[in-house]
């Protein structure tokens, strides 16, 4: 499996009609994981670079609702761009995946939706030691 079929972009239903939108995420539904923590970043900007860190048990799936920002996702082999630019689009980023986010657009919002509770144990954030543990 490619890395990009490791990580898909997820299109999430509309729902919305005349007085908005509406777009419905449900764990082990739209997504494939049971959400235990959800978090949100906003006020970043063009200059910062965040994440710069793999998890050992969380997954994650990214989604700006407002605004748009770039993911950078690499397995220390194969790297690739996500441009999130739509609140009905996701990337689903799973266990042991190194990811970077940047290029936030001022008015950006990204949800972040994850499979555990916080542990900053679970958090490699040296990519020589990222490296090290996915060659094992
Ligand atoms: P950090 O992991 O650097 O954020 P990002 O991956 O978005 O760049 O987290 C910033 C700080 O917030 C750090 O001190 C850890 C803390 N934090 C929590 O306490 N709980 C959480 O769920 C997250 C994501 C971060």
């Known amino acids: 499996m490619d890395l990009k079929e490791k990580c898909p972009v997820l299109h999430f239903n509309d729902l919305g009609d005349e007085r ?40 994650f799936v990214l989604i700006n609702v407002a605004g748009t920002s770039k993911v950078r996702i690499t397995d220390g082999t194969e790297e690739f761009v996500v ?19 940047y290029d936030f657009s001022s008015d950006s919002v990204l949800l972040v939706l994850a499979s555990t509770h916080y542990d900053g144990k679970e958090y490699i954030r040296d990519y020589q030691e990222y490296l090290k543990e996915i060659k094992i």
């Open 20 to 59: 908005g939108k509406l777009v419905v995420i449900e764990g082990n539904e739209s997504i494939p994981f049971d959400i235990k923590r959800v978090f949100y970043i906003y006020g970043s900007d063009d200059t910062v670079v965040r994440g710069q860190h793999a998890n050992r048990d969380s997954e």
């Open 83 to 101: 441009e999130l630019n739509k609140p009905m689009m996701g990337v689903y980023i799973p266990k042991m995946i190194w990811k970077d986010m």
